[in-house]
């Protein structure tokens, strides 16, 4: 069963009866874990909501959701009086908040955390090494959030991401679990899909400094059929930038997102993104290893069920 708890600026909590129903959503990066619960709710307590403004949720004592409180909602009919509340991650904090244009002679991962993320209240639970970039540039309208993906994704290689606990975790190495599912566990549906739409058959990367071009081929998805193009301009800061822009990067990135496995599971089953699935199902007859993008738990009038959005790798 679901608990919440609600905090209030100055850091009180407030206990919330047991959920009744609920939608639990785990990425750990963006687009945000999210969570959507409804609870039984006696009234007069309605003014303490103003005063909330972080969300916590636990199942049997393990904490599985902190975040940002975004909305309450009251009902009152002949069944009598309820509360739902719904929250974003800590990761909106960044995505809700923009940068001024900045430009540092050589940007250092403390110098991001130290500008874009710790103002926010977002402790960092784990930092790694990540290389100084020189002539790092942010621009106007960019969230926090994309100053820091950029910064570690694009520069350093390491994709930021969040626990359950609304930590941020900046280094290589995540750790993952690896889970086995078998036909004592069957799936209540699963759906493999081919997504081909946004997978680039080519990439022309052209170089705005020396004028010249050059072009990359996914010739597997051409001799499929796939004609999709993009044409990148390498901006011409540094060879760390250059990274994201050339057509090897484009190419993987695009293909990457093609093929994915949705599986509902019966009950909870906990797990994050990160960690690997590995399935051996003989009815329906699916085997293989599996990453795990997103985690959606939900209690409703259909009972308590799971859906995992499995990727490549």
């Keep these: ?101 900045m430009d540092y002679q050589a940007a250092t991962l403390a110098d991001i955390l130290r500008e874009h993320v710790t103002p926010y209240g977002i402790q960092v639970a784990g930092e790694g090494e990540l290389p100084t970039v020189p002539n790092f540039s942010t621009a106007t309208g960019w969230s926090q959030w994309q100053v820091l993906y950029s910064f570690a994704k694009y520069h350093g290689g390491v994709a930021p991401w969040f626990d359950v606990y609304g930590a941020l975790w900046v280094e290589r190495g995540r750790k993952e679990r690896r889970l086995t599912l078998t036909d004592n566990r069957g799936p209540l549906a699963f759906t493999w899909r081919d997504k081909r739409y946004g997978v680039y058959s080519e990439v022309l990367v052209q170089d705005r400094g020396s004028m010249k071009s050059q072009q990359v081929l996914n010739e597997k998805f051409r001799s499929q059929g796939g004609a999709c193009r993009r044409v990148v301009t390498l901006p011409g800061k540094s060879a760390h930038e250059a990274m994201r822009y050339s057509g090897e990067y484009q190419l993987k990135e695009s293909w990457a997102g093609r093929f994915r496995l949705e599986v509902t599971l019966p009950g909870s089953y906990f797990c994050e993104p990160g960690d690997r699935v590995e399935i051996r199902w003989k009815r329906p007859r699916l085997e293989g290893t599996w990453r795990v993008l997103e985690t959606e738990s939900v209690l409703d009038a259909r009972g308590q069920r799971v859906t995992l959005t499995l990727g490549e790798g």
């Design 1 to 101: 069963m679901m608990t919440g708890y609600l905090l209030t600026a100055g850091g009180e909590r407030l206990e919330l009866p047991p959920f009744t129903g609920w939608t639990l959503t785990r990425t750990g990066t963006v687009p945000c874990d999210s969570f959507v619960g409804t609870c039984l709710w006696g009234e007069g307590m309605e003014p303490r909501l103003e005063e909330c403004c972080r969300l916590i949720v636990e199942e049997k004592g393990e904490r599985r959701f902190t975040g940002v409180l975004d909305e309450c909602g009251l009902r009152w009919d002949e069944k009598g009086s309820g509360l739902t509340v719904s929250g974003r991650g800590l990761a909106a904090l960044l995505l809700d908040n923009e940068s001024t244009a």
